[in-house]
Structure formats: C-alpha cells, structure tokens
C-alpha cells in the first residue's frame, strides 16, 4: 500500500492518496487464522496509544475452501485460481487437466503461451514430488500442442537452472580463494569472519582480494564488512 502511494506522488498524481482496500489470497496447506486487522500482529497497545495506530483491515480469500462452483471468471483467472486452490491437493494433476481445458478457450494463442509458461513456472517452484514429465504426460491428455510447449519451457528452466549453478560455482570459488589468502596471510580465520564472508557478493570479495596486501591484522575484514551493509 505504501508502495502505491509512494508511486502516485512520483507520478505528480495530485495530493491527495487514492483508496486502496487490501485483499489477501491465501492457498496454504492449513486454515487462514490471522487476524483480519493490523492491530491484530501488534501487542500490548496502550489505549492511550491507539488512535495513533495505522489500523486497518484487510479481506482475506482462503481459497482451500471453495469447492468449483466458486470458481468464476474468465479463462485467465479461473486457471489462476483452480491452480492456487489445488497446489497441495493430492488430485493436483486432475485439477491442472482442468485448468489446461478452460486454458484452451483464450482466442490470443500467443498470449496464452505466456501464461502457460507463467503457470508452469509456478507448479515447478510450488509443488514437491511433481516432475515435468507427470506435467507433460496431464498436458499430452489435453493438447499435443500444449505438451510440445511444455517441454521447451522445460529446456528454458533447465538452461536457467545451469546458468544459475555456474553463477553458484564462481561465487563459492571466489569465497574459497579469499578465504585461503586470509589463512595464508594471517595463519587462521575465526569462525565469525568466515560466516560474513560467506554473506558477501562477488565485488566486495574481490575489492577484499585487492586490499588484502594492505591488511596488517584480521580485524581489519570488520571494515569491509560494515561497508557491505
């Protein structure tokens, strides 16, 4: 909500702050049971205090707990919700042929394919013990046109995945390499400076690698490391 605001007084849409009613859609594994209003997370208000508090109140949609007829709308948000409701649901596989069915009624071919992509990004990051080929498998059962389309997502998320490791690999290898500098110079390096270093990007290990020489005693890492907060 402040984000939004933030935005229109950027955008020089007047003065004043638009409404803005907030909504949560929740599809956990258990029952939504948070309270519905800011003051609820917030404990020991004084009363004297109270009218000072931003109080809010937001609506929540547990969507765990509507059954199909609830389930209304156009293609795009009906696939988007039986998706969100059904995610933990043992029959899941049932329940995304269906998706894939009313997905079928988008008219933009091309549009569609975007959502798809959107939706099995989604599966993939969501769902445990589900691989891309039961998907295929559901998805061949309902368009052979959507099955080939899975699967070069499938390529798509595998070529991110080893692009992803290899970042991985360069960043432990430079970990590694300052890490065995530090030993080198100063014969150890306690346990607290190695966690830190560990929490540092590629730059600020290499800009540790280039003033390493200049160092005269390990505490001297303290300075880099208050520098990348």
Same mark, same amino acid.
């Given at each position: 909500m402040i984000k939004i605001w933030e935005l229109k007084f950027k955008q020089g849409q007047g003065d004043k702050l638009p409404l803005i009613i907030p909504l949560v859609i929740?599809?956990?594994?258990?029952?939504?049971?948070?309270? &519905?209003?800011?003051?609820?997370?917030?404990?020991?208000?004084?009363?004297?205090?109270?009218?000072?508090?931003?109080?809010?109140?937001?609506?929540? #949609?547990?969507?765990?707990?509507?059954?199909? =007829?609830?389930?209304?709308?156009?293609?795009?948000?009906?696939?988007?919700?039986?998706?969100?409701?059904?995610?933990? $649901?043992?029959?899941?596989?049932?329940?995304?042929?269906?998706?894939?069915?009313? &997905?079928?009624?988008? =008219? =933009?071919?091309?549009?569609?394919?975007? #959502?798809?992509?959107?939706?099995? $990004?989604?599966?993939?990051?969501?769902?445990?013990n589900l691989s891309v080929y039961d998907l295929q498998r559901a998805t061949e059962e309902i368009s052979s046109e959507r099955s080939e389309e899975l699967m070069t997502i499938a390529e798509k998320l595998k070529e991110e995945g080893r692009q992803e490791g290899r970042q991985e690999g360069r960043q432990e290898g430079m970990i590694e390499l300052v890490e065995k500098q530090l030993i080198s110079k100063f014969k150890s390096l306690p346990k607290d400076k190695r966690e830190k270093l560990r929490q540092l990007d590629k730059t600020e290990l290499e800009v540790i690698a280039t003033k390493l020489f200049e160092m005269e005693t390990i505490e001297e890492l303290e300075e880099y490391f208050d520098k990348s907060k």
């Open positions: 929740y599809h956990g594994q258990t029952e939504w049971n948070i309270g &519905l209003k800011l003051s609820d997370l917030l404990e020991n208000i004084p009363e004297a205090v109270k009218k000072y508090v931003p109080d809010y109140q937001y609506l929540p #949609y547990d969507l765990s707990n509507y059954d199909d =007829e609830k389930i209304k709308g156009g293609a795009k948000l009906r696939v988007f919700l039986e998706i969100l409701r059904s995610i933990f $649901r043992e029959d899941f596989v049932e329940c995304f042929k269906r998706a894939l069915i009313v &997905l079928e009624e988008l =008219e =933009e071919k091309e549009t569609g394919m975007e #959502y798809f992509e959107t939706i099995v $990004r989604y599966i993939m990051n969501a769902k445990e």
